[in-house]
């Protein structure tokens, strides 16, 4: 395993302890370590591993995560203020590399790996990896999912601090994975939902694409259950899903998505809470997807938070999704 040493910068000539495998310091001289598991959520909520206590840092505000080949990764979570590498806000998965200095809110740490294999950048240079494009594009046409995990808080103080940070880092892994696999443009954390976004370049691919997107779905809600199952979760995970289609603004230096769009993908995973049901598809998703595919979701009338009157949708569970997916595959 390759020493590594999380550890706070402090003013003066104090010299931070000797290298341990991955262990964060700060001035308070509290120590979280980093050399078992797979990741480890920051923020100052109960079960957070690395509890940061300022109001400036938000509940679930980042998540450092191994990556497969040994090296430690840094996603914001959507927080409230802000994570920082090396003064350049995270919006997408960042490797740490000796060196780097973190920011979450008003707290400042330094990320320590003397062996590290990633070079770090001259101050002067500033920090180009991972830097993405900055142009935004209207008007695209795109497909947002959003999913969320249900009843977050009270998993939070159900489950010790180990098996909360062991818990949610693996579901943000793998969903993530797998929406990258089959097809978003991007990947976004946000508090304990993941929304992934699918271009659509031609919009004659439309209706293969959104395959794809239900795919995701059922691949997500069955690493959920693998999840929950693996780790002996004293309840199994529970989540919601809700999928919209329409033309958004994407782009810029987070890898973003906004727009009515964006918005109402939120607001038809929050239904799927009422209706009792998995997912939720907002009109043109549904519209767009081939008559055996429609077979699986039934309409409803929603009320959606911001909208005015009830809007259609169509829902189904998981259950019935698995189920057509595997019908349509034969």
Known sequence: MVPAVLSAKLVGTVTPPAPTPYLLWVPANRRFPLGEGQSWAIGRGDGCAVLLESRSVSRLHALIQRRDNGELGLVDLGSRNGSFVNGK???????????????????????????????????????????????????????????????????????????????IGTWFLRSGQIAQRRGSWAQKY??????????HDQEADLGSDLQ????????????????????????????????????????????TAMGDTVNAAFRLESATKGLGLGIALGQRTYTELAPAWRAAFAQYQVELKGYDGPRTAWAASFESLRELLHSTAR
Request: avoid cysteine; proline fraction near 7%.
């Open 89 to 167: 806000r995270v919006s997408f998965p960042v490797t740490l590399a000796d060196q780097d200095h973190l920011v979450f809110g008003d707290q400042e740490l330094v990320f320590l790996n003397p062996v590290s294999s990633v070079p770090v950048p001259a101050a002067s240079a500033g920090d180009a990896r991972n830097e993405p494009t900055a142009a935004l594009h209207t008007n695209i046409l795109s497909s947002i999912l959003v999913v969320d995990i249900r009843d977050f808080t009270p998993l939070a103080r159900s489950l010790p601090e180990a098996l909360l940070s062991q818990t």
């Open 212 to 255: 794809r997107v239900l795919h995701a779905v059922n691949d997500i809600a069955a690493a959920t259950a693998e999840i929950s199952a693996s780790l002996q979760l004293p309840s199994p995970l529970r989540i919601g899903a809700g999928v919209n289609t329409g033309y958004a603004i994407v782009g810029g230096a987070d890898y």
């Open 190 to 199: 946000i508090g304990d939902a993941v929304m992934a976004v699918w271009v």
